[in-house]
């Protein structure tokens, strides 16, 4: 599993639909975007998702911020796992992230426009291979 982690001042997207370009924008302020590459292999492991939520808890501890958003993005590696392993192992990250932080997951199995505006700091940018 890959994670890439921002620190965003705001972030909103909304579905990617040419003959709708006004689609409805859903926007999210003072959050942690999270894009989750699940990998192939990471069916057969069961930590992965311990080891994914402790290292976005960390993340989120460090920037100080409450709200998470998972966002599945199969961009992060060759290795991909079908799109419904990828979507449990999102959701079961998204349960335990729950206890503590408010999380949002984007809906996956579409396209999506998507604007992040990202903070400075070093921590406002992380990359993690669990």
Request: charged share 25%; glycine share 4%; aromatic share 10%.
């Amino acid at each position: 599993m890959k994670l890439l982690m921002f620190h965003a001042e705001e972030f909103w997207y909304r579905p990617f639909w040419p003959d709708k370009p006004e689609a409805a924008k859903t926007t999210l302020s003072v959050c942690l975007v999270v894009f989750i590459h699940v990998e192939e292999a990471d069916k057969e492991k069961v930590e992965v998702v311990d080891k994914a939520v402790g290292n976005i808890r960390w993340l989120s501890n460090k920037n100080k911020v409450e709200n998470v958003v998972l966002h599945s993005f199969a961009h992060l590696s060759s290795s991909k796992s079908d799109p419904e392993t990828a979507s449990e192992i999102t959701q079961k990250i998204a349960e335990k992230l729950k206890k503590g932080l408010n999380v949002h997951t984007v809906p996956s199995g579409q396209f999506y426009e998507f604007s992040i505006h990202v903070l400075g700091p070093s921590l406002a940018k992380v990359f993690k291979e669990v």
